[in-house]
């Protein structure tokens, strides 16, 4: 046995601590969501002026229409709405906040955050390779997704977008794992599973979410990849047609398998998006209206159940894909039972801001921004969940809108309101309130100008994943024709949406250019990650959110309880 | 549970942060390390724990509560595969004549996969071995005052038998897949054939991984100065080893009695 002195390790060395992943992840979805509305807005004018032409580019073709479709919502939905809330703002939050040092492995951590950059890149990769992008949009359904005789995209194309997903799953699936284990095993003292802060329950639900639902992906993601490549035919039927060849298959498969495996991940995965921005706007409104989050157990168990009903809804996705019409009663009842947890954190929210006198900080007004939408686009769910109505408004402009409003830019917003509020702890500085301001009226006002039209063009009949909608004879042309005013509207809208960002980036700007420093408990905050720097271990003393009543005077979670006042537990 | 080793409940500075590296690996007397641990009481303090609470068990219990949540999420993949073996299975066609066909013909499962379920079955064994030689609580505690490495030693020789089963199940597995296409029961050839290969594949990717974790061990319990980490690391990579024999045995009766 030798005997050497020992160099005693550091904790984790700078690449692999928590917050090197968290701006990593950040990075990842700054770079998607730029790419990602470029696109969008080239969508938006080609489908207003169809014979626009891109600049360096010329007019957009089809299929380059359906390529551009493709890659936004992949790049969105993935890159950015389940990257940056669950990994940017998990990694960079949830340690402090369950006074924690570190994650649960750090080294993983790393791993899965290369990982999704990897598949940022392999996606990417999509647009120069031969053929160019997929075109069979991000749910790449079958059989168009089975062959490169589809289309141009549906060859190299489609192949790099498999490899991304699978890769991008695997990462989801690690990165879950890491912040499943965090909870569970390293909450410090006294921070019991009711004191969680509700931005920890979201995080955990959507990582039991990605547990489930990404395999399941990857799953189908290797069975398409199979079909594709080696001959098999899960998805694929007997005999089909395409584009002018007889393709036979030795088997029996259905493209609606696919549509089932797809969508299992599929539902669970918008709430991946959308939960850790309702755990965000609880916490963020709990904290300006300086009121208790009222039932703050309920609260968890909507949370949850919101969760786990979003594991038995996949079906209305597909009422009209040739679902067994009873099955599509079943996952009627569900998907409207999904409404009730719902609607239980919208009345809590209300409760919270109803008679207080909040403090309309930005992250505040970007809370609120969240909650507003959250109703705007949930109305629509329930309609969306009658298979009756769906059998009209599938595949038009109407679901657009519908998940534009709840998912699109309640995320976004869920985002902008973490930025603002925890960008003290991100980078030692604050943000200018009065430019956030303008920042957000910017942002809600062209937000519900670009996406609360889409409904009455869709109503009006515009279908979705069309790349010409002009030019059309027949009544089908004179009732499109009607819906081109409203649709010029909204791509006007969507251009200032963009332009309504500028605030923002001077914003960023200014803190780098005329910092304003401060480390401190900026928002009187009661959460453990405001707590100050000390050389005691953290401890939790209580649960979150305990104010006064007139709100002045607050007990945060780290602080003892002195022997005259103490918050209660 | 098994024994870990854990410092005695004396002195016990409290540190800011978190130092590993120095997990009585019998170089430095034991002093108290910040460990993560589940808050379930009020106010106390990891010191006041009882022993077994804190220290290197709680690195073994983060790491197997990772590994569960991981193997479930693995779970789930195989659910879907088994799935859609189920619904394919019930899957036909009309044919030109209006006559309802169903392609599936039962692929015939080569016996030596009985034989492979045997090694792996047997390969399990000895990775526990391995695993409690690990925990033996008088050798641990020799090894970790220093007294040589009676634990490691012991249970390097079992993950060796193991690693080396596991390898002839994937010769085995590979015979199987060798014979099936002797009779030309490829992968395409017919539905059944389909998830045949499908599930045998994916199956034995895990097992790979599962090698490369065996090999990680045996290089850890070579070189890795912390008892902990060599622990850790070969209980983990045994409750791997286990999680996907019992996958097997499942996936196993699925093609032998499932078509
Ligand atoms: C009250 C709760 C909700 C109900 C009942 C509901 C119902 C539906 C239904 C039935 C569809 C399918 C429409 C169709 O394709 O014909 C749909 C689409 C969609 N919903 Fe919701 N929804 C709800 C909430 C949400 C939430 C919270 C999100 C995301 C955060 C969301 C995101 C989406 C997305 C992304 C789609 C479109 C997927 C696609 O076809 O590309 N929904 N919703
Ligand atoms: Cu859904």
């Known amino acids: 046995m030798k005997m050497q002195p020992t160099r005693a390790k550091p904790e984790h060395s700078r690449i692999t601590h928590h917050r090197t992943v968290g701006f990593g992840y950040l990075a990842i979805s700054l770079s998607a969501v730029a790419a990602g509305t470029v696109l969008s807005l080239a969508m938006r004018l080609h489908l207003a002026w169809p014979g626009w032409s891109l600049p360096l580019h010329g007019p957009i073709l089809p299929e380059e229409y359906l390529a551009l479709v493709t890659m936004h919502g992949t790049l969105m ?46 996606l990417f ?5 031969p053929g160019g992008a997929p075109i069979s949009g991000w749910t790449a359904y079958p059989p168009l997704s089975t062959s490169s005789l589809a289309g141009p995209g549906q060859g190299w194309g489609m192949d790099a977008w498999l490899a991304s997903i699978a890769l991008f799953s695997i990462g989801s699936t690690l990165a879950a794992v890491n912040t499943l284990t965090t909870i569970v095993k390293l909450r410090c003292d006294g921070m019991t599973w009711e004191r969680l802060p509700l931005t920890v329950w979201s995080w955990f639900t959507a990582a039991l979410l990605s547990v489930i639902a990404f395999s399941v992906l990857l799953a189908a993601l290797l069975l398409l990849f199979c079909d594709r490549h080696l001959g ?7 005999t089909e047609w395409m584009n002018g060849v007889l393709r036979q298959h030795g088997g029996d498969g259905s493209p609606l398998l696919w549509l089932h495996l797809f969508w299992f991940f599929g539902h669970p995965e918008v709430y991946i998006a959308i939960l850790p921005g309702m755990g965000l706007t609880s916490m963020v409104i709990a904290n300006f209206a300086r009121r208790r989050v009222f039932a703050y157990r309920l609260m968890i168990a909507t949370t949850l159940l919101i969760g786990l009903l979003g594991i038995v809804v996949w079906g209305h996705h597909m009422f009209v894909a040739g679902l067994n019409p009873f099955a599509g009663s079943a996952f009627a009842l569900s998907s409207m039972a999904i409404a009730i947890p719902a ?26 921004g969240f909650v507003s939408l959250f109703v705007a686009g949930g109305l629509t769910g329930p309609i969306l969940a009658q ?36 960008f003290p702890l991100m980078f030692g500085r604050a943000l200018s309130e009065r430019i956030g301001k303008v920042h957000f009226w910017g942002t809600i006002v062209f937000a519900y100008s670009t996406f609360l039209p889409m409904h009455f063009t869709g109503l009006a009949g515009e279908p979705r994943h069309y790349a010409q909608l002009t030019g059309i004879p027949g009544p089908t042309g004179t009732l499109l024709a009607a819906t081109m005013p409203l649709q010029r509207h909204i791509t006007v809208s969507a251009l200032c949406l963009g332009l309504a960002q500028l605030p923002f980036l001077l914003n960023l700007l200014l803190s780098v250019l005329r910092p304003v420093r401060t480390t401190k408990n900026l928002w009187n905050a009661t959460t453990m990650e405001w707590a100050p720097k000390t050389d005691k271990l953290p401890a939790a003393y209580r649960g979150p959110c305990h104010y006064s009543q007139d709100g002045n005077e607050f007990a945060p979670q780290w602080e003892e309880p002195s022997s005259t006042a103490d918050g209660g537990a | 549970m098994p024994s870990t080793i854990t410092p005695p409940d004396i002195d016990r500075p409290r540190r800011p942060d978190f130092i590993e590296g120095d997990n009585g690996s019998g170089r430095k007397p034991p002093t108290d390390k910040r460990t993560g641990g589940n ?22 219990l983060r790491a197997r509560t990772g590994l569960f949540f991981a193997l479930f999420g693995d779970l789930m993949f195989f659910i879907a595969l088994v799935s859609v073996f189920f ?55 020799d090894e970790w005052f220093g007294f040589g490495r009676p634990t490691s030693k012991r249970a390097g020789i079992w993950l060796w038998v193991t690693l080396l089963l596991g390898a002839m199940f994937l010769a085995g597995q590979w015979v199987a897949w060798g014979q099936l296409s002797t009779h030309h029961a490829f992968l395409r050839a017919n539905p059944s054939s389909h998830f045949f290969y499908i599930i045998t594949i ?16 045996l290089v850890t319990l070579k070189h890795s100065r912390v008892m902990a980490t060599r622990q850790v690391l070969v209980d983990g990579t045994v409750w791997y080893w286990h999680a996907m024999g019992v996958l097997w045995i499942f996936l196993f009766a699925l093609l032998e009695y499932g078509q």
Request: contains cysteine; glycine residues 6%.
């Open chain 1, 232 to 238: 098999t035919a899960f998805f694929l039927p007997h």
């Open chain 1, 77 to 122: 939905l993935f890159f950015v709405l389940t990257v940056a809330p669950q990994n940017g703002f998990g990694n960079l939050i949830l340690p402090a906040q369950i006074g924690a040092s570190r994650m649960a492995f750090p080294r993983l951590n790393l791993l899965s955050m290369a990982v999704t950059a990897v598949a940022l890149f392999v």
């Open chain 1, 125 to 129: 990769s999509a647009f120069i390779v």
């Open chain 2, 39 to 60: 808050g379930d009481n009020d106010g106390d303090g990891w010191s006041n724990r009882p022993q077994g609470k804190r220290g290197p068990r709680e690195r073994l």
């Open chain 2, 202 to 217: 994916s199956h034995a990717v895990h097992l790979f991984l599962g090698i490369a974790a065996l090999i990680a061990a």
């Open chain 2, 87 to 141: 619904v394919t299975k019930a899957s036909g066609h009309f044919d030109a004549y209006n006559r309802y066909i169903n392609e599936w013909l039962p692929t015939a499962i080569p016996s030596i996969l009985w034989l492979n379920t045997a090694v792996l079955l047997l390969s399990s064994v000895s990775a526990e071995v391995a695993r409690r030689a690990m925990f033996h609580e008088i050798d641990v505690m």
């Open chain 1, 343 to 368: 609607t239980a954190e919208v009345l809590s929210w209300l409760a919270m801001v109803w008679r207080s006198r909040p403090q309309l900080t930005t992250a505040m007004v970007f809370a609120l």
């Open chain 1, 387 to 422: 298979p009756v109505l769906d059998e009209y408004l599938h595949n038009t402009f109407f679901v657009v809108g519908h998940f534009h409003l709840i998912m699109a830019m309640a995320g976004v917003f869920g985002l902008f309101c973490a930025t603002y509020y925890w």
